[in-house]
């Protein structure tokens, strides 16, 4: 729909275009409008008054509730048996009772219009969460994840705690520690001994440590000792299961791993020898499916590059050999990734990202 003025300076245009010779037809290609809308704008009821259909009179929907209906709605929605429920139930209820009003999507429609679409009932309405934070990293050592799981003992009731610090771009645990109690300077102690592995004294871009808002992650012990390392903390959103899915999902593996013991940890000595030789494995024989199925030690230290060209060359070799076998042109793509994200926003998130760990807040 084109504005009154747009529509006259649109004829100005015309109109000096025809002055020195164009025709109609080409001005109305390139102006995008047709040839008979173009007189039509040129007369004088339409100079006058413009586009008349906004301001016409039409006819109400046959479909349209009456004001009775609409008054029935919300005496319905009111009443003392209804006035807790949305209209998802309010509608089936009468229709078990051989009364139809409207649909639910009209029953809707007039609560919001007379202000009582909120909240029904005593429960507390759902709390809308932030956005989560997004992170990413493009070397070792610019974001961590971490958390603590508990290990099962042969006694009931009693548990040990596992600490881990995971470097999300390679996958690597960094650090962890097993302990009889979970307390805020064992999170502490952790963080300090992957500062003093990792070296991070000497980088000139500390990590950024993601974690959950666990009381034992957030204390002011730990706080004391981030700052104290130059690293930056980072939480997940409160109730939000899945915002330290890398740290999650190391945990997943070590418990569905073969040695893990069913009936529970003996004691502490078990758990830790248990803990060292997975932490042992996962580092340096496990092939993650997130990094191409190299393993964490070999992108931690940048040797995945020669691991996946070899792989990519072996195979070339092999489709080289026998083409009839592969599908279309390419092979397996072996293509290192350069980057990864924590909790990405959106798609354009990690190919805006500048060369080094970006932290994005959404309000």
Not at 53 to 82: C, F, G, H, T
Not at 131 to 158: C, I, K, Y
Not at 234 to 245: C, E, I, L, T
Request: proline share 6%; hydrophobic share 40%; with cysteine.
């Amino acid at each position: 729909m084109t504005s009154l003025e747009d529509r006259k300076a649109i004829l100005v245009s015309v109109a000096e275009a025809r002055a020195k010779g164009a025709r109609l037809s080409a001005i109305s290609d390139i102006v995008g409008v047709d040839v008979r809308t173009l007189r039509r704008w040129s007369t004088a009821e339409a100079l006058a008054g413009g586009d008349r259909r906004p301001s016409a009179e039409r006819p109400a929907p046959a479909s349209q509730l009456s004001d009775a209906e609409k008054a029935a709605i919300l005496e319905v929605a009111n009443q003392p048996e209804y006035a807790a429920l949305p209209p998802t139930r309010i509608v089936p209820m009468l229709a078990d009772e051989g009364t139809y009003i409207a649909s639910e999507s009209s029953f809707y429609r007039v609560l919001k219009a007379a202000g009582q679409l909120t909240h029904r009932g005593h429960s507390k309405a759902p709390i809308k969460q932030r956005p989560p934070t997004t992170h990413v990293a493009h070397g070792p050592n610019e974001l961590w994840a971490w958390d603590m799981t508990f290990l099962p003992t042969q006694v009931s009731g009693q548990w040990f705690y596992l600490y881990l610090i995971l470097d999300v771009f390679s996958r690597k645990v960094v650090a962890w520690e097993v302990h009889a109690t979970d307390d805020a300077d064992h999170a502490a102690k952790v963080v300090k001994r992957a500062a003093l592995a990792e070296a991070i004294a000497g980088q000139p871009i500390k990590p950024v440590l993601h974690g959950d808002n666990g009381a034992t992650l957030k204390a002011t012990t730990v706080l004391g000792m981030l700052n104290w390392l130059g690293i930056k903390p980072s939480y997940s959103r409160p109730r939000v299961s899945d915002d330290n899915a890398y740290a999650e999902a190391l945990f997943k593996t070590a418990k569905y791993r073969p040695e893990y013991p069913k009936r529970g940890f003996a004691d502490l000595e078990e758990a830790r020898s248990w803990a060292a030789d997975f932490v042992h494995w996962y580092n340096h024989a496990h092939r993650h499916s997130g990094i191409h199925y190299v393993t964490p030690a070999e992108r931690h230290d940048g040797r995945d590059r020669a691991v996946l060209e070899a792989r990519k060359a072996v195979y070339t070799q092999a489709r080289a050999r026998c083409p009839s076998r592969w599908n279309g042109r390419a092979t397996r793509k072996w293509d290192r990734h350069e980057q990864v994200t924590l909790n990405p926003e959106r798609d354009a998130v990690c190919p805006a990202a500048p060369a080094e760990v970006v932290e994005r807040h959404s309000a």
